[in-house]
Each structure stands twice: as structure tokens, then as C-alpha cells.
């Protein structure tokens, strides 16, 4: 067994602290702490109110609509686990179990997938109202829309599952801990690796190719979109780039200091961790600000129901579709009789 790893039971010595642990409270547990409470305290009625507001004011849901409901459900999950790591931060110490201490950490882990892949069909279906207006009209119905839900729920399920296995609570001076353990070097790669490829390089590379293409087709068009949907779901991709973007990095660190036996770039990726964890922990609370930014033309005219008018206008309906096909359309055909008559 590698030094530094933990096997699942075993106990360390009184003296062993691994490196992302430290013995009181300390500048970076209240940086933690301060980081989730905000959260807590905006994300959770935020979230609520996105659910309420879709659920109850909104009868027409279109799929964009359904897939902002569920991206609220994701992060109202992992808030509510908010306090008990809180806890463990102010304290030092794990009282909730081992059960407690997988489970927190899997719904983490679960509501970072669910929300990634729900901006990744956020992307896709922008990507299909613009390629195949007409077309995609059957995938993008609310039937389709549901299997697709169910489709992204269960994925996510099935890529959470790393997270628990490596989490376990132990005991380090006197006080029980929940943290990482990893019985080889191995497993700390492929856990890493494992989040950084499926949580960020491929759903980031199936946005930006979306969106590039999304661009150049219009521009091609000479047809400007004002769509809501666009603007809105390129703030929520791109703020949850940013949130995210420092907990990849540490994962890239980590496998990169266990590849090359960097004793630095380990220490530093572990040190690291919690707070960027706690950092990333805030997306899941920014997303109702970016509707507020986003529907504040609504706030005096419809007031507490002003996500709702916001949300109505959420998706292309079957006239915008057709627009953008007819524009679309126009152009192939002068771009051939253009190629007709050059050829004549």
C-alpha cells in the first residue's frame, strides 16, 4: 500500500493528519464556513421560489422551462446538506456517521452531474431550435422532454457513484473525520480524472461546439436572434464555469502531482480543495440572482410572479422556429441562384 492512503477501516496512529486537515477552525474552515452560509442563505429560498414560480404560475412549461425546474432541484438538494458541512468545519469533527458522511458527499457529487448535463441540454436544445427548427420539433416536446429528464437524472445517479466509495469517516486525534481515502495511487487518479473528464471536458466541449455552431449558422443567416433562452442560458454556463473551473483545476493538480510524484502539487491540491469546494458549493445559489438580473424589466409589472414572465418566454415556440427556418432557408436558395447563374 502506498504511504499516505487510507484502506476503508483502518485507523491512522494518533499522530497522523493528512494534509487537508488542521486541528482548530483556522482561517480556511471560516473562509469555508462564511462561503456555505451565504449559500445556504440564498440558495435555498432562491431555489425554492424558481420551483414555486414553475411549478404554480406556470402553465405552458416550455423544455427550457422544464429543464430550469429540475437545475433549481439539483441545487436545492445539495444546499440542504449545507448545514451539517458546516458543522463539520466549525467543529473539526464528524458527528452524523459514516452513512451521513457518503451520502452528503454522493448528493454533492450527484447535483454537480445533474446540473451539468441540464445545461448541457440546455445547449443542445438551443442547438436543435436553430439546426433543425422543424424537425427536432418531436425531441423537444414535452414527452421527449421527459425521457430525456429521466435520462439525465439516472446518468447522473450512475456518475456519482465514485464519490461515496472514496469518502469514509476515521479517526485523527481523538476526533472523527469524514474525508477522502484512497487505497492507492490509482484510485486517486481515476477518481480525479474520472470528475474532470466527465464533469467538465466532454459536457463543456458539447456546449462551446453548440454554441459555435449556433453562431456562425445565424451569422450566416444575417438573422439576429433576440431570444431570451440564448442570453440566459449562456449566463448559466458560464457561471457555472467559473464556479467550477477552480475545483477542476485541483483535480488536475492532484492526479498530476500522483503521475509525476510531486509531493508539492499534492499538498497544494489537498490544501486547496475545501475551499474551492465550498467555492464551487456557491453555484448552486447563483442561479436565481441571474434571473433576477435577467427578468428585472418584469419586477414592477408583475411582481412576485415576475420569474413566471420571464420563464414564459423561455423557449422557441413553434413560430419562432418556423422564422428561423424560413430565414435559413432563403439563404440556401440565393446562395443556389447565385451558383446558377454564375454557372450560366
Known amino acids: 500500500m502506498s504511504e499516505g492512503y487510507l484502506v476503508p477501516g483502518q485507523l491512522p496512529s494518533v499522530n497522523a493528519t493528512p494534509t487537508n486537515f488542521t486541528k482548530g477552525p483556522g482561517t480556511g474552515s471560516s473562509l469555508g464556513i462564511a462561503i456555505l452560509s451565504l449559500a445556504f442563505a440564498i440558495g435555498f429560498p432562491g431555489n425554492a421560489f424558481v420551483i414555486w414560480t414553475v411549478l404554480a404560475c406556470i402553465k405552458k412549461r416550455t423544455v427550457a422551462c422544464i429543464l430550469i425546474l429540475h437545475l433549481a432541484i439539483a441545487d436545492i438538494f445539495v444546499i440542504l446538506t449545507a448545514p451539517v458541512f458546516i458543522h463539520f468545519l466549525a467543529t473539526r469533527s464528524w458527528a452524523f456517521g459514516n452513512v451521513i458522511c457518503k451520502l452528503c458527499h454522493y448528493i454533492s457529487c450527484l447535483s454537480m452531474y445533474a446540473s451539468i448535463l441540464l445545461i448541457t441540454s440546455m445547449s443542445i436544445d438551443r442547438f436543435l431550435a436553430v439546426s433543425k427548427p422543424l424537425a427536432s420539433s418531436a425531441i423537444r416536446a414535452k414527452s421527449g422532454a421527459s425521457n430525456m429528464i429521466f435520462a439525465i437524472w439516472l446518468l447522473a445517479c450512475l456518475l456519482a457513484i465514485p464519490m461515496p466509495l472514496y469518502r469514509e469517516v476515521i479517526t485523527i486525534t481523538n476526533k472523527m473525520v469524514c474525508i477522502p481515502f484512497h487505497s492507492s495511487t490509482g484510485h486517486v487518479i481515476f477518481q480525479y480524472l474520472f470528475e474532470f473528464i466527465t464533469g467538465f471536458v466532454f459536457p463543456f466541449s458539447v456546449i462551446i461546439s453548440c454554441y459555435v455552431y449556433i453562431g456562425l449558422r445565424l451569422r450566416t443567416a444575417k438573422f439576429q436572434t433576440k431570444q431570451r433562452t440564448s442570453h440566459l442560458v449562456i449566463m ?59 427578468g428585472g424589466n418584469f419586477i414592477k409589472t408583475a411582481g412576485a410572479e415576475f420569474m413566471a414572465k420571464l420563464f414564459e418566454g423561455v423557449g422557441y415556440d413553434s413560430n419562432n422556429s418556423r422564422k428561423v427556418s424560413h430565414m435559413l432557408q432563403q439563404k440556401i436558395q440565393g446562395e443556389l441562384v447565385e451558383l446558377d447563374i454564375v454557372s450560366k
Open 236 to 294: 448559466i454556463v458560464v457561471t457555472f464555469a467559473l464556479f467550477w473551473l477552480p475545483y477542476q483545476v485541483v483535480n488536475v493538480m492532484q492526479v498530476s502531482g500522483e503521475l509525476f510524484s510531486s509531493e508539492k502539487l499534492i499538498r497544494a491540491a489537498k490544501g486547496a480543495r475545501p475551499n474551492v469546494t465550498a467555492f464551487a458549493f456557491f453555484s448552486s445559489s447563483v442561479n436565481p440572482i441571474l434571473y433576477v438580473f435577467a
